[in-house]
């Protein structure tokens, strides 16, 4: 059973700096696409920033030269980092990964930044 594990969330001041980490575990095939998305209350579930296993990104327009996406294929793990973060980023981050064409979701996790 595929498994996703996100870490790295948490409260930062307008300004600063997270790194999201999400490692994929359980997988019997390789995994395809991977990404980032996030949520906020009343608000429907949002792409964050994707990444192939090629190598190949793209972002929400909102975050665009904010956020990096990267993955290490040999540990099935993805990051997001973000940088000069906004009160309007504060959010539910949920990790994403495309296996067999199936998407697989993590748990989420909370990042909050304040003003």
């Known amino acids: 059973q595929v498994q996703l594990v996100e870490s790295g969330g948490g409260l930062v001041q307008a300004g600063g700096s997270l790194r999201l980490s999400c490692a994929a575990s359980?997988?019997?095939?390789?995994?395809?696409?991977m990404g980032w998305y996030r949520q906020a209350p009343g608000n429907e579930r949002e792409l964050v920033a994707a990444?192939?296993?090629?190598?190949?990104?793209n972002y929400a327009d909102s975050v665009k030269g904010r956020f990096t996406i990267s993955r290490d294929n040999a540990k099935n793990t993805v990051y997001l980092q973000m940088n000069s973060l906004k009160p309007e980023d504060t959010s539910v981050y949920y990790c994403?990964?495309?296996?067999?064409?199936?998407?697989?979701w993590g748990q989420g996790t909370q990042v909050t930044v304040s003003s």
């Open positions: 359980g997988n019997r095939f390789s995994i395809n696409r």
């Open positions: 994403s990964a495309r296996i067999a064409s199936i998407r697989h």
């Open positions: 990444i192939t296993d090629s190598g190949s990104t």
